[in-house]
């Protein structure tokens, strides 16, 4: 395989270049140290700057409307997206935007409607809920968070623990356990809206 960038890959490194250097870093050189997000408007400016680029939703794949962007281009681009004081923790601040979760694509087609295509186009977040204060991802074992089913709905009881981004989040991928005698399979996880009651 030739890693070496073709022309297309370096017109495209070049373009995220000249965006973090013109468009990033004047914006951060404005903002508290500390800071880990722009200013709504400037985010949004940004987004928009970044979807008319072409380059919006980078992991998103090309069948949801994503770019159709090769994993050595991204590969490439997350470098320069990295190019600037809070790079390492918030690249870009997160304008080029995400693929959203990816259980979401394997989700029915109603809840692909509610959550999956608003999270593609960058009008809602998710957060993925699964380390708990037992442990981190090791479903057989760590997670002890429990959903028993009430009629028709779930009540989930437990606690989950390191979650970026709930705070912001429109809803949220929560794994509890629904069966006790079934390992990893007796895992399942929920969609939860975060204005839920509880």
């Known amino acids: 395989m030739d890693f070496e960038p073709n022309d297309e890959q370096r017109l495209i490194v070049d373009t995220v270049r000249r965006f973090v250097h013109d468009q990033i870093v004047p914006l951060e050189a404005e903002l508290d140290p500390d800071a880990s997000e722009l200013e709504p408007e400037d985010h949004s400016r940004l987004v928009a700057l970044v979807k008319e680029m072409g380059f919006y939703g980078l992991d998103i794949p090309e069948e949801y ?40 694509f394997e989700a029915n087609d109603d809840q692909k409607e509610r959550y999956l295509y608003p999270t593609l186009r960058g009008e809602k977040t998710g957060f993925f809920g699964l380390t708990e204060p037992s442990g981190g991802s090791d479903p057989a074992r760590a997670i002890q968070t429990k959903a028993v089913q009430d009629g028709d709905d779930w009540v989930i009881d437990g606690g989950k623990i390191f979650i970026s ?31 839920t009651p509880g």
């Open 65 to 104: 409307g994503g770019p159709g962007v090769d994993i050595v281009t991204r590969t490439l681009m997350a470098v320069e997206m990295a190019q600037h004081r809070a790079g390492l923790y918030a690249p870009c601040y997160g304008v080029f935007g995400g693929a959203g979760l990816a259980q979401l």
């Open 165 to 195: 981004g709930a705070d912001k989040a429109d809803y949220g991928l929560v794994f509890a356990r629904t069966s006790a005698d079934k390992g990893r399979g007796g895992v399942t996880c929920f969609i939860v809206d975060t204005d």
